[in-house]
């Protein structure tokens, strides 16, 4: 019998043992397969945000105070808690419900897909309706669609802060494209099972023409190898843009990571192999 804390594995590996749920810990009880799935190509996907250079991890995923209107405070207030009882993000970081409801939250935040707004705002496609990131990531679910982020250069940099690679992947993303990743969160994205990808070097999104609201495929992850060139292509209107981006699994031990979705799926089998 092994025990693990119910917010450091990913909500589709669970089996809840209701005796110890009260004190946040699981029991993982078969319930992770004992050989990973193989990757799969990515089809249909949507952009969360289009994003500029020297987007840091506080732009992901902010430390501090929890915005009432935003879709984190709007769950507390649902729960009964009191504004003044807020705290902040980094005071909740133990609590995945608040921590992903505010990734990609900081009132400071540019997403390029909605013009001279700040904060947490994107448009979902097919119909261009603004709302939060988290609403359209929680819409993009439900409606099966596996969604992208677009960035420029020094994409994660900053501190250190391993809530926006998990908010990230909690949120559906699949896969990065960026000019270039700052070491620390490229390592954290390929921990959490998110797919970095890296622009060739005389291009970009604005380059390529890409507004972010195209429909993306990525070709090639079925057969990943570290620093792979991999195909995308970006269709809008009928209309279709291929590039070649570079795979950022920099290492055979990144790739197990990946393959397994993750560090945390590749430690509990290796865990439960014995």
Do not use: C
């Not at 693990?4 to 110890?20: E, G, Q």
């Not at 004190?23 to 249909?44: I, N």
């Amino acid at each position: 019998m092994v025990w693990y804390n119910y917010y450091t594995i990913p909500r589709w590996h669970l089996a809840i043992d209701k005796s110890a749920s009260e004190r946040g810990w699981v029991q993982v009880a078969g319930v992770v397969p004992p050989e990973p799935a193989p990757p799969r190509d990515v089809r249909g996907a949507r952009v969360l945000a289009v994003l500029a250079d020297s987007v840091t991890t506080d732009h992901i995923s902010p430390a501090g105070s929890i915005p009432a209107d935003g879709p984190a405070g709007k769950y507390l207030i649902s729960l009964g808690v009191a504004k003044a009882d807020f705290n902040s993000f980094g005071a909740r970081r133990g609590n995945h419900e608040v921590m992903m409801r505010g990734t990609f939250g900081n009132i400071r935040l540019r997403n390029l897909l909605v013009p001279g707004a700040e904060g947490n705002w994107t448009l979902h496609f097919p119909n261009g309706e603004r709302m939060s990131i988290f609403d359209a990531a929680t819409k993009y679910q439900g409606e099966g669609v596996p969604l992208i982020i677009m960035a420029g250069k020094e994409y994660g940099s900053g501190s250190s802060r391993d809530w926006a690679a998990k908010g990230t992947v909690l949120l559906g993303v699949r896969a990065v494209i960026a000019e270039s990743f700052e070491r620390i969160h490229r390592s954290n994205l390929v921990g959490m099972g998110v797919l970095p990808l890296e622009f060739q070097p005389s291009e970009n999104a604005a380059s390529l023409g890409l507004t972010g609201q195209e429909i993306y495929e990525i070709d090639g992850v079925t057969d990943l190898k570290p620093r792979k060139q991999l195909s995308v292509r970006a269709t809008s209107d009928g209309a279709q843009k291929q590039f070649s981006a570079r795979v950022r699994i920099d290492t055979p031990q990144e790739l197990q990571y990946y393959r397994h979705g993750g560090i945390l799926p590749y430690v509990l089998r290796n865990l439960l192999k014995g």
